[in-house]
Structures are given as C-alpha cells and as structure tokens.
C-alpha cells in the first residue's frame, strides 16, 4: 500500500500543496493553490497554510517549504518575503495555525531531495547542485547525496549585485528577455558558481524547466553537465513531504488519515531534511 504525505510549497507568488505518494513522488490527489499573500506576513501565509491543509482534509504531519534559510525551524533570511520572518520561529506558528506537526525546510533543499531521490540526481555522485529558477534563484548543494542545507547560491554577487536579480525567471518576465540573452545571463552566473563548488551535475528546476529546450542549449561555457529538473515545480512539494515522512516514520507506515474540516493540535518535530536525503 502507497505511503501518502501532505506537502506544501511557499512560493513568493503561490503556495501550493499536495498528498504526495512516497513511492514515487506522484501526487495523490489534484495539487491545490493558493496566491500568496501581499504583502507575505507570517501570520497572512500560516493563515493561507491552513487553508491548504483543510483543503484536503489532512489529520497528520505536514512538510512545508520556506523560500529562505531555516534552522531548527527558525526563518534567518527572507529575501522574497516579508522581512517580519526573520527570527521567527515559523516551524511553531504554522504548528499553531494549522494543528498540524511540521517539518519546515529550505524550499531549494526540499527540491534537491526530491530530485536526488527519485528525480534526474537519482543514481548520481559527486558534488551536484539544484538551481529552481523563479521569483529569486534558490540552490540545493550535494555531495554523494548528502545535503549541505540552506546555501543560498542565488545570493552570490556578480559585479556588486545579487545574481538572482539578473538571472532569475523573474527577471527574464520584468526584463522582457529572449531565451538567448537569458540564457546569457544564466551562462554568467553558471560559470560563477562553478568556479566556487565544481559540480560535476547541474539540475535546473523551477516552472520555466518546462521549457528547457528553449534556453539550456544555449547556456555556454559551463563544464559541467546541465539538465531539467525531472519534477519540474512540484519537486518543492515533493521534498518537503518526503522530509515529513523522514521525520515521522510511524505515521506514514501507511496512507495518512483525512479528517472533515477542523483542526486539533500539534507542534513542530524535528527536521527531516537528512534523512530524506538518503
């Protein structure tokens, strides 16, 4: 019998959620979304959070992603979100708002643990990294499948500015680039980054790797292997509810219980992230 758990995604434009069979990362039921707050408090998103859960019923442990770096479910930077997160513990309010117990983790690691198990890193060693491209660039850093969380590559500055400001999906809508001078810009970047970490694999993730055949083939310069995230958006999904399940084995032995509408209490457990690295 497939093993299910809830896993939400909090984007800078949407948060989006869904049962997710561990087995192979499929989404049990039809992924449910809701447009993120503006402007993105703490307190608006758990509201929404909530709603995601009630959406479908879930009476267990929920995985969520924050597009930020989290420790021990603490939110430490906030750069596409409302800066009242940072310092908060957020693992605690969403456990507050929701009933539920949850597992808070980096959004690009959530992605890369996705993709590292069941995704285009399955199978694969050596240092490799995750880029999601869209409002902001996220990473995920591996090195024979093991997760160095929350690096935060998006953040490197090329010639004084955030290379996420450039070279983001975001920038290519505002900037109105072609594919060609995009990829350009993302050639910059890649080349940066490899000059730091020397990944032998580079997976592009985010919703614009659905289109991958318009700019990854013109991406030039870069050494290393370059190709699309397998799960495309839902990798975030995907990660986050297969870290849950790292972190309450018990309760996901089998299918996850559903509930009418209400919640009941919960509080935060400990980060799985590791474990469904593995």
Do not use: C
């Amino acid at each position: 019998m497939a093993r299910e758990m809830l896993g939400i995604d909090i984007g800078g434009s949407g948060i989006k959620g869904a049962p997710v069979d561990l087995s192979d990362g499929s989404f049990a039921r039809e992924r449910f979304r809701v447009d993120t707050p503006q402007p993105s408090k703490p307190k608006a998103v758990a509201k929404v959070l909530a709603e995601v859960v009630d959406h479908f019923g879930w009476d267990g442990p929920v995985g969520v992603t924050y597009p930020g770096v989290v420790i021990d479910g603490v939110a430490l930077s906030a750069a596409n979100v409302s800066k009242h997160w940072i310092g908060l513990d957020a693992a605690s309010l969403i456990a507050d708002a929701t009933g539920r117990e949850i597992t808070l983790l980096n959004d690009a690691d959530a992605a890369g643990v996705a993709e590292m198990r069941l995704g285009a890193g399955r199978g694969r060693s050596g240092t490799i990294v995750l880029l999601t491209l869209g409002t902001g660039i996220g990473s995920a850093l591996f090195t024979d499948g093991v997760l160095v969380p929350n690096t935060e590559f998006g953040h490197i500055q090329i010639d004084g500015r955030d290379a996420e400001i450039r070279a983001s999906a975001k920038a290519r809508d505002e900037h109105d680039l072609g594919w060609e001078k995009w990829a350009k810009r993302l050639s910059e970047y890649m080349v940066h980054l490899e000059a730091l970490i020397s990944p032998s694999l580079i997976i592009v993730g985010g919703g614009v790797s659905r289109k991958s055949e318009h700019f990854l083939p013109l991406i030039e310069g870069v050494r290393a292997e370059i190709v699309p995230a397998r799960l495309v958006n839902n990798a975030g999904i995907v990660g986050a509810a297969m870290a849950a399940a790292a972190a309450h084995p018990v309760e996901t032995a089998e299918p996850a219980h559903v509930r009418a509408a209400g919640r009941t209490g919960g509080r935060q457990r400990a980060n799985g992230t590791a474990e469904a690295a593995r």
